[in-house]
C-alpha cells in the first residue's frame, strides 16, 4: 500500500470586481460567497490537496511541478483537469484508491450542508464509492489569517491500493 498526503492554501478575498477573489469553489461545488481564492486557476483548493495526496502516494512530482502557475494555459483552469492528471498517473502506475480523507479548514462558508454533495462529486471524478470519501469541515477560531477568513486550507490523505 501507499500513503500520501497533500496539502493547499489559497488567500480568500473579495470576489472580482471588488476584488482578485474568484467564485469559491470547494471539490468542484460552487458557494455563494463574498470572497473566493486567489489563485491562477479556479483556486479549488479541495481538488489541488487530493491531486496532490494521489502523486505524494505515488511518488511523482506535485501539481505545482506538473502544472507550473507560469503557464497561461491554466488560467482560470478547472482544476478536475489537475485531478484527473493524477488519476490517470495512479492507473498506470497500477495503484486503485483505497480511501480519502480530506479537512478543510474555512471560517465561512460552512462545508456541512454542502458535505454531501462534494464527497458524491469527488466520488464521480474518482469513479469510486462514496464510502471511500471523507470530507470534514473545521473553523480555525478565529484566530490567525485562516480564522479571520481571509484564507482556506485543506489537508488531505490518501491510501493507494497496488492493483493485481
Ligand atoms: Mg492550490
Do not use: W
Not at 1 to 20: F, K, N, Q, T, W
Not at 53 to 59: M, S, T
Not at 61 to 88: K, M, T, V, Y
Request: one cysteine or more; glycine letters at 10%.
Amino acid at each position: 500500500m501507499r500513503v500520501g498526503h497533500g496539502y493547499d492554501l489559497h488567500r480568500l478575498e473579495s470576489c472580482a470586481p471588488a476584488g482578485r477573489g474568484r467564485p469559491f469553489i470547494l471539490g468542484g461545488v460552487r458557494f455563494d460567497h463574498p470572497t473566493g481564492p486567489v489563485a491562477h486557476s479556479d483556486g479549488d483548493a479541495l481538488l489541488h490537496a487530493i491531486t496532490d495526496a494521489i502523486l505524494g502516494a505515488l511518488g511523482m512530482p506535485d501539481i505545482g511541478q506538473l502544472f507550473p502557475d507560469s503557464d497561461a494555459a491554466h488560467d482560470g483552469s478547472d482544476s478536475a483537469i489537475f485531478l484527473r492528471e493524477a488519476i490517470q498517473r495512479m492507473h498506470r502506475a497500477r495503484f486503485s484508491l483505497g480511501n480519502l480523507d480530506c479537512t478543510v479548514i474555512c471560517e465561512s462558508p460552512k462545508i456541512g450542508p454542502r458535505r454531501a454533495e462534494i464527497v458524491a462529486h469527488l466520488a464521480e471524478l474518482l469513479s469510486c464509492d462514496v464510502q471511500r470519501i471523507n470530507v470534514k469541515g473545521k473553523t480555525h477560531e478565529k484566530v490567525d489569517a485562516v480564522g479571520e477568513g481571509r484564507a482556506i486550507e485543506v489537508h488531505v490523505v490518501a491510501l493507494l491500493h497496488p492493483v493485481d
